[in-house]
């Protein structure tokens, strides 16, 4: 995949793999090269520069049959020959060195079969029929998944189009996004011999794309590498810095986090607990983000015990011992045993403190849960294998990590992004959201929303573009507005306008989080640029907003030259009786007389005037409605249906939390004229579960 030249960066962490073999150097890869320049070996015997491979992939597929990967050996040594990488080494040892990385992390034979020839089609005359027809229509699949679309034929759209092209393949098969990104780590590991300028922007795309993709995939130890490596292109000064603190540090005698571990190992030993101390140290990164939250740096703080036994249950035994022996820090613990998070990782966390003031943070986990923590969905093995049982939520999606919710949110909404631009800035906004949340449906069912989701994007999530009917939501049984940002655990039921006339709005936007949502508002939005319609049988009478005070147009007062306006406490209406009070800066205030201003004023020794309704067919009311109703489904789409009909404008309307039953709705409509107000009353009490609707009376500001 356009291999890079090799000038080898930062280290990165230790894989798996390399654990095994700790204290053996690095592959030479110009070893391998001069190996696969003398050619393929005897028919039946294994080349000698597929020897690491063969040796990482048995260690965990002891009986792996690995004549797949000599024949793809053969067929891509054999094409990629004569071509060089811009380091001057034969190309054969990119393919080689990707396929090696995936080897360690534990990658069923079939991937590590399209791994060596995942750059065949692109690069070589190999067409996909061929790759086809020697090695079947998974391995075709996989290497065609990861095959670039050509800059020709797409222009600067090939790179968007490319990772389109491959996130739709990786719907159907997760493998596809496994090899792409031992791919990239290799180019990442590479990119010396590179101008700085592409180096960036390799990087910066590695940062927006890869490394989320990564972490959604549980694939830790190429996602921790990658961080590096793009933190020592694109911050080069404070990687010198972190680096100079990880020297420093392992230059000093004292060794507090090797002490704890000892510590750790004897009390585990004397409880009979069969644990695996290790010391995991931090990679560059995490070390970085720990200087910038802290300032300075202890000797602890630099790695992390890692403590593996064979099963769940012991994991709290060793959690229970490392609380009763060592001092917790409470807000350092977290368990994710019992809740996994979204990317198939398990483990407990937690940090102790010794006498001195040293804290160690410790992870605990089973040597399984260890396993998928590194190796993510390539731990998997063939996720695809016949006897595999597919399991299928309410949704319909697989419930499996192999199609996970996000990237089921992610295939739907790029199927909407209407050019290549829109989708590549999409899918950086939406892989940024780095954390995942489960909201609960009524029927039973879930929806994974990013963290900071809104209600819209439930709607969004559940019913696609039908979601523009939705009207409101119930969450955990409470009536709320579509804006709620919604929490982990939440249960949402969604109150969509069953008639289909309710319509997006340009609010919305302020409030989705998720791009399926952003996208299908944007446009309704550009298909519709005169905005929600109102209801065509009824019209809306016009009203100046929610800020314009009421009018007394029809206000006749008995001073002439005042300026009259209604009360906002008690809103009267024509028929109203009502009464007049002179207020600060000459205007006169009208009330209806049961308004409890109306005696404050009058026990302040105010003096009344006289007002009388005239013309009140001439001019428009502003009237505030309660409407007292059993809590059930559609009812605030039911109400505001029949206001609707009525021709009343709604210029604001909130809803109580619902107690025993029963809820309260609070309207401020916009009459076109006071003969409407009882017609409108009446039709809101003829919404089924209504039982009352009266006037409100709201607290009088003091001025009044």
Not at 511 to 528: G, S
Not at 541 to 570: H, K, W
Not at 673 to 693: E, I
Request: glycine share 8%; charged share 25%; aromatic share 4%.
């Amino acid at each position: 995949m356009s291999a890079e030249a090799t000038n080898p960066a930062t280290p990165g962490p230790i894989t798996p793999g390399a654990q095994r073999r700790r204290g053996r150097p690095r592959i030479d890869l110009r070893r391998l090269g001069r190996a696969a320049l003398l050619g393929p070996a005897a028919r039946d015997r294994l080349p000698d520069a597929i020897g690491h491979v063969a040796e990482a992939h048995r260690a965990h597929y002891a009986d792996a049959d690995l004549e797949p990967l000599r024949r793809a050996y053969v067929l891509a040594e054999s094409s990629h020959r004569g071509q060089m990488r811009k380091s001057g080494e034969p190309y054969i040892t990119h393919p080689l060195a990707v396929t090696l990385i995936l080897a360690e992390l534990g990658a069923e034979t079939t991937t590590l079969t399209a791994s060596l020839l995942h750059d065949t089609v692109e690069d070589t005359e190999v067409t996909l029929d061929q790759v086809r027809t020697e090695f079947g229509a998974e391995v075709a699949y996989l290497v065609d998944g990861v095959t670039k679309l050509e800059k020709v034929d797409y222009g600067a759209a090939a790179e968007p189009e490319t990772f389109r092209k491959m996130l739709v393949a990786t719907g159907n098969d997760v493998r596809v996004m496994s090899i792409k990104l031992a791919d990239r780590l290799h180019n990442m590991r590479t990119l010396g011999v590179m101008r700085q300028e592409k180096q960036e922007r390799i990087a910066k795309v590695t940062r927006d794309v890869l490394i989320p993709l990564a972490e959604r995939l549980g694939v830790q130890a190429l996602k921790t590498e990658l961080e590096d490596l793009v933190f020592a292109i694109l911050r080069p000064e404070e990687h010198a810095h972190t680096q100079t603190l990880i020297a420093r540090n392992a230059a000093r005698e004292e060794n507090p986090l090797a002490e704890i571990a000892d510590e750790v190992r004897g009390v585990l030993r004397e409880a009979g607990l069969n644990a695996e101390v290790l010391i995991r140290p931090r990679h560059s990164v995490s070390v970085h983000r720990v200087f910038r939250k802290r300032g300075e740096l202890r000797g602890a703080d630099f790695g992390r015990l890692l403590v593996l036994v064979s099963e769940d249950a012991d994991c709290y035994g060793v959690l229970g011992e490392l609380h009763t022996c060592f001092t917790p820090v409470v807000s350092e613990f977290k368990d994710f045993i019992a809740v996994p998070k979204f990317n198939l990782y398990q483990s407990l966390h937690t940090a102790v403190a010794r006498g001195d003031g040293e804290v160690a943070e410790v992870l605990i986990r089973t040597h399984q849960m260890h396993k998928v923590a590194e190796a993510g969905v390539v731990a998997l093995g063939n996720p695809y294998a016949p006897s595999g049982e597919e399991h299928l939520d309410t949704l319909g999606e697989r419930s499996d990590p192999t199609r996970p919710g996000w990237l089921s949110r992610l295939l739907d909404w790029q199927e909407s992004a209407p050019d290549a631009d829109t989708f590549w800035s999409t899918l950086r906004e939406d892989l940024a959201q780095d954390r995942e949340i489960t909201v609960f449906r009524p029927d039973g069912g879930t929806i994974g929303l990013p963290a900071g989701a809104s209600c819209v994007d439930a709607a969004y999530a559940q019913y696609g573009e039908d979601a523009h009917a939705c009207i409101g939501a119930r969450v955990n049984g409470r009536l709320a507005t579509l804006s709620t940002v919604l929490k982990d655990g939440d249960t949402v039921q969604l109150l969509m306008d069953q008639d289909g006339s309710s319509e997006p709005s340009r609010d919305w936007l302020d409030h989705a989080r998720t791009p399926a949502a952003r996208i299908a508002i944007r446009r309704w939005l550009t298909a519709h640029p005169e905005g929600p319609r109102a209801p065509e049988s009824a019209p809306r009478a016009p009203y100046s907003g929610p800020s314009a005070r009421p009018s007394a147009a029809n206000a006749v007062v008995d001073q002439p030259g005042a300026t009259v306006r209604l009360a906002g406490c008690c809103t009267p209406v024509p028929p109203d009786a009502v009464t007049a009070f002179a207020v600060r800066g000459g205007a006169v205030t009208v009330h209806r007389v049961e308004c409890s201003a109306v005696a404050r004023m009058k026990d302040a020794g105010r003096p009344e005037i006289g007002v009388r309704w005239a013309d009140a067919e001439t001019a428009e009311y502003r009237v505030t409605l309660i409407a007292e109703s059993f809590s059930r489904p559609h009812l605030l789409a039911d109400l505001t249906e029949a206001i609707a009909l009525e021709g009343v404008a709604i210029i604001s309307a909130t809803v109580e939390p619902p107690a025993q039953g029963r809820v309260r709705h609070t309207y401020t409509l916009q009459l076109p004229g006071s003969s409407h107000l009882q017609g409108v009353m009446r039709a809101m009490r003829n919404v089924p579960g209504v039982y009352d609707v009266g006037r409100a009376q709201h607290a009088a500001a003091g001025a009044l």
